[in-house]
Structures are given as structure tokens and as C-alpha cells.
């Protein structure tokens, strides 16, 4: 401060001289006290104007690509040389080195008047850790000398440290920096925080003091807490923190009262201590069960809604408060979407914040704010309104809602003394849909047993089939009638004896009855018939000699022949003349009937 | 004798006497559950429909006035739960469409059909009468098509039997759409995990009113599956209800 002033002072003595002098010949360069260094050192830059005219502003540094940079000072230098004046300024800055690697100190600029400086770029390669502390360079007007920043080993050191290494978007992380001193600090230090790119930070106040035994060292211990909230995925490193302090060199000198004059006079050493990086990995939110109405909030949170007014009048704006409450970046949570506020017109939703950050937590609630004008009377109800987040510590989606409300809106009572005018009729606008609820129950009802339904009965089932079988039987029907059309004599041959059968099994039906008439004619019948069919002629007009002949030709056995010419004549006989006939005659004749065409049907086979 | 038939006479007089008075106050409970309804007193009606219906007794209306008393309740599973068992038995009902698409538009559903032939035709019932129907028709024309020849009947038989071949794959469509019995989430935000007990991981999370479908039981864990997202899981059988009410014997 006091050599600013000086600066100031001496340029105002001095204007006239500066000014006569005008801006020709300033120069302005940048230096570097080395071009090579480890991660452990400082590189001190130096940016030197010299000339006649120093009235010139301190040159503003652009961003300088793999260090930080201090401000370590000004120092001056003037002479007068004729009656003219030069001198030069040098601006003094420590860059820490924040990576290993090949960089390039970029060119400076500088305005004089009307002329525009500009320096050469430097490069300048950073090794790793050499682990080593390092004297100051003599030539600096105030030694900066890097420390190595490990525990238990040196009376200075920092740390920074994370609660966690893997987070997903929007967690909320602790970064904790810590700063272990042993020794007296000159002055205030100055804390540069460890550059946290991809996250959000707030800082966690209050800063704590105590002390600390380490490696059986008491240390005075000061720690920063941080929170930091991940923004978007993927794998980040946070940054050294640093800090640099001034403190007493006695290392310069063996003797004590020039340590202590040194103390006075030398400004001491400063010293920049730095962190270890911290790599942490972003996790994604899980897509999996992302709820539709998510909006990206992370943490843990409630919901509640209330309303300023239960009871109101229609067309009377109330406001609804819907509160989200709980742990995370409350700052950035967004307003839960109200569902259909049916019956009611909303208007724009405000929003008011209350974060707390008691015992290093960030939280607090978040109001959001919507006035409401009821269009329709009644027991109006505001749906709970949903709120879906991420909760990271179950590593789900979880969705919370507040309680329904019911609000009373009266109808606006009119006037007793209003007196309505007759107008002309308003123009219609319509039918519009100013509420949407249920509709109403049904007062009337069948009351019936409760039964499975019938399409889902073994009967309905079945029933499906009932088609395609008609179908199927009626086809093979058919099959069955064509062949029977194809072939009928042979038809007829082959149901001979089943068709005499069944006209026996009538004629002794008539038989029990003493229906001599019927049953002869069923027996009578049944011969000529079987015989018919059997010889491939039509049975009416068949005559016994046709039968003869057709039986020898066929070389029956004669006696059968004799036997059923025999039966043949007496049915005849009898057909006629049934009341001359006995009941034993009757039945003999049945078996004699049945047991020639059974002879018969054996010498059809044969 | 006299004393028979006098004895079997009481006996008639007191199964009518019985049957009456049981129709009488299911009938008495379904009013006394529309009066509490009207008069906004939810919870009760609730109630009384319940206890009807717990009389073995259903219907349109029973069913959806339960609805109705559960969706004033606050309780939208339980609400969709009884319109669905209302929309199985009338499909058509206007009324019961209305609010159960109420209710899916407030779980953030979509109604995809909205026409009643369309819903009655691409219900499981719907689709299985739909091909009862075009089977008889089918099997009748190819019927007379034995005994009658008719250039219609021709024509008949290729149309009878493209709708044939429609009606099956309908019904084998919502057959396998179903895949299973459907079920109603009943209560508020239910896991669903990955296995049939409580130390399997749960797998997602339904909300209170989403309809699943059921696939399976084991000790009282039903796996149930939302084959629309392609998810499967089990679930404590009381957390769901099937929407085919169970029928008492």
C-alpha cells in the first residue's frame, strides 16, 4: 500500500516532466524466473515497464492456461537523468502451477497513450512433485517458496478432502478444506478454493477453529466446508485448493537480531501451500422408473399445500402455498406441476426460498406461491399435488404428494336492492367446460347375484365348437349318402338282414297284441323284402319261382330251398286267412322265419 | 296329513318371509349408501355398498357408485378398481367411461378407445361373442353351401370366412394382451420387487390406481407385470386387487 502511494506521489511531483516527455519510449517486457519447475514450485513472473512516462494503470493478466496466478507486489525504481526522468515499474506474480505439462504464458498487453505494448509469449515446462523445498531466488523481492503440503511433516499444511467419491447429478457433496499451522502467521493468508468445474458450491458457513495432535504435533486447525452439488455426468477432478501465507524466515541467517530485522524489513516468506486434487466420478440419474413428472431434483424432500382461505366466495382470489421442504440444493428445486385445477383459474406462481445450513447441511423449503379465483360454488377440491425426486441414498425415484383440499365456495349473494335493468340479450358464448368432476351415482340399480360371466363358463366354451362339429358331422353325412347313391343294391344287400330283423321285432309287437293281420304281414314282409335285397330285384311282384331259380343258380343248399318255399307258401297262406291261425302256429313261424334267413345270411357269406 | 302339509306351508312361508327380507335390506342398504352419498357423507356410503356387495350382490350401479364413494375418498386405486369391474359388466355404459377416463387422465394414462363398439369389441367378453357369432355364421353358410348352390352363398363363404379368420385373430390379440388377469394398485406407491419376499431388491415403483397385469402366486406374493414397459416383478397380494370380482359360493 505504502509503495502504491509512493508510486502516486512521485508520479503527481513528476507529471510535468512525464508529460513533456510524452509516451516514446516505454517499454514493457515479461520475465520469468525459470522456464522449467515442478509441481512443487512457484514461478515468479514479472511484468517491467520502463520509460520516461510511468503514469500507466497495472496491466490487467488474462487467463493464464495451467496456473493460478497471486499478486505478490509492486516495486519502483526511479532516476533523473538532465532533468529528465525514467524508471521502471515491476509487477511481481507468483503462478502455481495446477497440472504437469508443457504450457505457454500468453503475450501481455499494455496501453500507453496511444501505443499499444505487448510482450513475448513464454513457455514454460511443469514437471511432477519433486517432494523437495527449494530456497527463494535472491533477486525476488519477497521469496515465495513452495511447501510440500503432506501431513505430520511440516508445520504448514493444507487438506481438502470429499465425503464421497462417486455421486450422482445433483447430490449434494461436502468438500472439506483444512488448514494445520504450527507456525505465526505475518499476516492474513489468502485462500484461493479449490476450482470446482461441472459443480455447483455453497459455502457452508460457520469456519471452525481447533487443535489438533498430529504425528504428536499440536496443530491450530481451520476448516472450510464447502457443499457441492454435481451438474452433469462424467469424471471430474476438483482442483488443489491453495493458500498462501507469509510467515518469519529464519532461515536466512544464523544470527538472531538480523532474523529479527529481517523480520521487520524483509516482509518475510511466503508461502503457498496446495491440496491434492480429488477425482470424482458424476453417475447419471437412472432412466430406469424415471417418474413421468420428474424434473430433475435431487435429495430427500416433503410436500405439503395449504390454503390462506377453506370458506370462500365465488369469483374471491385465495392463494394455495404448496411447500417443498427437505435436504439438497434446495435453491435450484423446481415448482411441482399443479394438476388440473378444475373449478378454479390460476394465475402466475411465485416462489420464496428459506435455506438453512445447520450442521453443514444445505436445506431448508422452497414456497411456490399460486393464487386462485374459484368459477364454480360448492365443495371444490384441489387435488394433491405431486412432487417426484431422486433419493440418492436408496438410489431411487420417489414420489411424495400432499393431502387434498377441500375448498367451500358460496355463490355471490346478490344485492336486495339491485335493481336489474332489461338489456339487450348477451351474446352467447357458448358452451364452456368451467369444472370437470365425476359424474354422480346411479340411484337405481339391478342388484344381481354375482355370477362368472358367461363367456368365460365351460357352456360358452363349448358352445364354440358346436358349429364346426354340425359342419364336420354334416360333411361326413354326406360322404356317407353319396357312397349309399353310388351302390344302392349293394346298400340294400348289405342292411338285408339287419331291415328282416327289425320287421320281426314289429311283427312280434303286433304279435303280443294278436294283431294276426299285422304280423303277418311284418313276417310276410320281412322275407320277401330280405329276399328282394338279397337278390338285387325289386321285392314287390317277386314271384317264388324267381326266388328258385335265383337261389339254385346261386347252388344253395336245397334243403333251405325247400324249407323257405315252404315258409314262403304257408305266410301266404296265412296272410289272408289270419283268424285260422293259434298263437303257438304264430310264434313257430317267427322261428322258422328267423332261423332260414339266418341259414341264408350264412350261405351269403359262404 | 293336514299336520304335513300345515308343517310344509310354515316352512314355504318362512324361506319367502327369509328371501324377502334379504332382498329387502340389500335393497335398503344400496339406498342407504345413495343417501349418505348425497349427502356428502363419503365414508359411509362407502360402506354401505360395500356391505351389499359383500352380500354376494353386484351390478353396473353397485359398482359404480363404490367407485364414486372411493374417488370422493381420495382413494383413486380402489375408485379405478371398482369402475373397471363396472366397465367389464357394461362396457357401454356411458356413465362408468366417463369417470374411469376421469380417473386415468388423473393417473396420467391415456384412453385409447372411445368408442363404445370399440371398447365392447376389444374387451376379452367383447372379442370372445364377436367370435362366437361370426363362427356360427361361418359354419351356417359353409352348412348350406352342402345342399345349396347360389352364387351369394359363394360369395358368402369367402366373407364369412375373412371375418372368421378376423374374429380369431382378435380374439387372440386381446388374449395375448392380457396374458394374464388384470389388477388394480390399491395402495399408495407400491414396490415391486424382484422376487417373492421382502429381501429381494425392489425392481420400480407404481403409483396408487395403475392397472397390472397378474402372471402368477406363490405364499401370497402375486408376480404381476406391466407388459406395455416391459416390466415384471412380485408384489404382496394384498397391495393389489383383481378388477374380475371374485365370485362367492
Not at chain 1, 500500500?1 to 514493457?28: N, R
Not at chain 1, 532533468?83 to 506474480?93: A, E, K, L, P, R
Not at chain 1, 435436504?327 to 390460476?346: C, H, Q, R, Y
Amino acid at each position: 500500500m505504502k509503495k502504491t502511494v509512493a508510486v502516486i506521489v512521485a508520479g503527481f511531483l513528476f507529471s510535468g516532466v512525464a508529460l513533456s516527455s510524452a509516451q516514446d519510449g516505454v517499454t514493457f517486457e515479461a520475465k520469468v524466473d525459470k522456464t522449467s519447475l515442478s509441481m512443487d514450485e512457484t514461478l515468479v513472473l514479472q511484468l517491467i515497464i520502463a520509460g520516461a512516462n510511468l503514469n500507466i494503470s497495472q496491466p490487467t493478466l488474462p487467463p493464464l492456461p495451467g496456473f493460478r496466478a497471486f499478486s505478490s507486489g509492486q516495486s519502483q525504481n526511479y532516476s533523473i537523468i538532465n532533468g529528465v526522468m525514467s524508471g521502471q515499474v515491476v509487477y511481481h506474480y507468483s503462478l502455481a502451477p495446477q497440472a504437469p505439462g508443457d504450457y505457454t504464458i500468453p503475450s501481455f498487453t499494455l496501453k500507453a497513450g496511444d501505443q499499444v505494448l505487448t510482450t513475448e509469449p513464454i513457455s514454460v515446462h511443469v514437471g511432477s512433485s519433486a517432494g523437495t523445498v527449494r530456497p527463494s531466488p535472491s533477486q525476488s523481492p519477497r521469496s515465495t517458496v513452495p511447501r510440500e503440503t503432506r501431513p505430520g511433516r511440516k508445520e504448514l499444511y493444507v487438506t481438502t478432502s470429499l465425503n464421497k467419491k462417486t455421486a450422482y447429478v445433483g447430490e449434494p457433496l461436502t468438500l472439506t478444506f483444512r488448514f494445520y499451522s504450527r507456525a505465526q502467521l505475518m499476516s492474513q493468508p489468502s485462500y484461493a478454493p479449490a476450482l470446482t468445474e461441472g459443480f455447483l458450491s455453497e459455502d457452508l458457513p460457520p469456519q471452525r477453529q481447533f487443535t489438533e495432535i498430529v504425528d504428536g504435533k499440536e496443530y491450530t486447525v481451520v476448516e472450510l466446508k464447502t457443499a457441492l452439488f454435481p451438474t452433469a455426468p462424467g469424471k471430474y477432478t476438483i482442483s488443489p485448493a491453495s493458500l498462501e501465507c507469509r510467515v518469519q524466515d529464519f532461515s536466512r541467517s544464523g544470527d538472531p537480531f538480523q532474523s529479527f530485522f529481517d523480520g521487520f524489513f524483509s516482509g518475510g516468506q511466503v508461502i503457498t501451500l496446495r491440496s491434492d486434487p480429488i477425482p470424482v466420478e458424476v453417475l447419471p440419474l437412472p432412466a430406469e422408473n424415471r417418474p413421468s413428472g420428474f424434473q430433475g431434483d435431487v435429495g430427500q424432500y416433503r410436500i405439503s399445500a395449504a390454503v390462506d382461505k377453506t370458506n370462500v366466495q365465488l369469483h374471491e382470489p385465495f392463494t394455495l402455498t404448496v411447500t417443498v421442504s427437505g435436504e439438497g440444493n434446495i435453491k435450484a428445486v423446481s415448482a411441482p406441476a399443479l394438476p388440473p385445477l378444475d373449478g378454479f383459474k390460476a394465475y402466475e406462481t411465485l416462489s420464496s426460498l428459506n435455506v438453512s445450513k445447520d450442521g453443514y447441511r444445505v436445506q431448508g423449503s422452497k414456497e411456490f406461491r399460486t393464487v386462485l379465483k374459484p368459477d364454480v360454488s360448492g365443495n371444490v377440491r384441489i387435488p394433491a399435488v405431486p412432487f417426484h425426486y431422486f433419493d440418492p441414498r436408496a438410489g431411487q425415484y420417489r414420489t411424495v404428494s400432499s393431502v387434498p383440499i377441500v375448498v367451500t365456495v358460496k355463490p355471490t349473494p346478490i344485492a336486495e336492492d339491485t335493481v336489474t335493468l332489461p338489456s339487450a340479450p348477451a351474446l352467447s358464448e357458448g358452451v364452456r367446460v368451467v369444472g370437470q368432476d365425476i359424474r354422480f351415482i346411479k340411484t337405481r340399480g339391478d342388484l344381481r347375484p354375482v355370477r362368472t360371466p358367461f363367456t368365460q363358463t365351460a357352456l360358452f366354451k363349448a358352445l364354440n365348437f358346436v358349429p364346426p362339429l354340425v359342419f364336420l358331422l354334416t360333411g361326413i353325412w354326406g360322404i356317407y349318402r353319396r357312397k349309399i347313391s353310388a351302390d344302392l343294391p349293394g346298400h340294400f344287400f348289405r342292411k338285408a338282414y339287419r331291415n328282416a330283423e327289425r320287421r320281426r321285432k314289429q311283427a312280434r309287437r303286433f304279435l303280443q297284441k294278436k294283431e294276426w293281420a299285422g304280423y303277418y304281414e311284418e313276417l310276410d314282409g320281412a322275407l320277401i323284402d330280405y329276399l328282394g335285397c338279397k337278390l338285387r330285384v325289386p321285392s314287390q311282384g317277386l314271384t317264388w319261382p324267381v326266388v328258385d331259380d335265383s337261389l339254385k343258380e346261386r347252388r344253395f343248399d336245397p334243403e333251405t330251398i325247400r324249407d323257405l318255399q315252404k315258409l314262403w307258401e304257408e305266410l301266404n297262406r296265412v296272410r289272408f286267412t289270419p283268424s285260422v291261425v293259434s298263437l303257438a302256429d304264430a310264434e313257430r313261424h317267427d322261428k322258422e322265419l328267423a332261423d332260414l334267413i339266418r341259414r341264408l345270411e350264412k350261405n351269403w357269406k359262404n | 296329513m293336514r299336520k304335513t302339509i300345515k308343517a310344509a306351508f310354515l316352512c314355504a312361508a318362512i324361506l319367502l318371509t327369509g328371501l324377502y327380507v334379504r332382498g329387502a335390506s340389500v335393497q335398503e342398504l344400496f339406498d342407504q349408501g345413495n343417501a349418505a352419498y348425497e349427502q356428502g357423507r363419503f365414508s359411509e356410503a362407502q360402506q354401505r355398498y360395500e356391505e351389499v356387495n359383500r352380500q354376494n350382490r353386484g351390478g353396473t350401479a353397485l359398482y359404480y357408485n363404490l367407485g364414486n364413494a372411493y374417488y370422493r375418498l381420495g382413494r383413486l386405486g380402489k375408485a379405478r378398481l371398482w369402475y373397471e369391474r363396472a366397465a367389464l359388466l357394461s362396457p357401454g355404459d356411458e356413465d362408468v367411461q366417463y369417470n374411469l377416463g376421469l380417473v386415468k387422465n388423473q393417473l396420467q394414462e391415456k384412453t385409447t378407445l372411445s368408442a363404445p363398439f370399440g371398447r365392447i369389441l376389444f374387451s376379452l367378453g367383447g372379442a370372445r361373442w364377436f367370435f362366437l357369432m361370426v363362427n356360427c355364421l361361418f359354419f351356417s353358410i359353409l352348412l348350406v353351401g352342402l345342399t345349396v348352390e347360389r352364387e351369394w352363398i359363394w360369395w358368402g363363404r369367402w366373407v364369412m370366412g375373412f371375418l372368421f379368420l378376423m374374429a380369431a385373430l382378435l380374439l387372440g390379440f386381446v388374449n395375448a394382451r392380457q396374458g394374464g388377469t388384470e389388477a388394480v394398485v390399491i395402495e399408495p406407491r407400491v414396490e415391486i420387487r424382484t422376487g417373492p419376499g421382502t429381501d429381494y431388491k425392489a425392481g420400480f415403483v407404481v403409483p396408487e390406481g395403475q392397472k397390472l397385469i397378474v402372471f402368477d402366486e406363490i405364499n401370497g406374493w402375486v408376480q404381476v407385470g406391466s407388459p406395455d414397459k416391459g416390466l415384471k416383478g412380485w408384489v404382496r397380494s394384498g397391495l393389489i386387487e383383481p378388477i374380475e370380482p371374485p365370485v362367492r359360493r
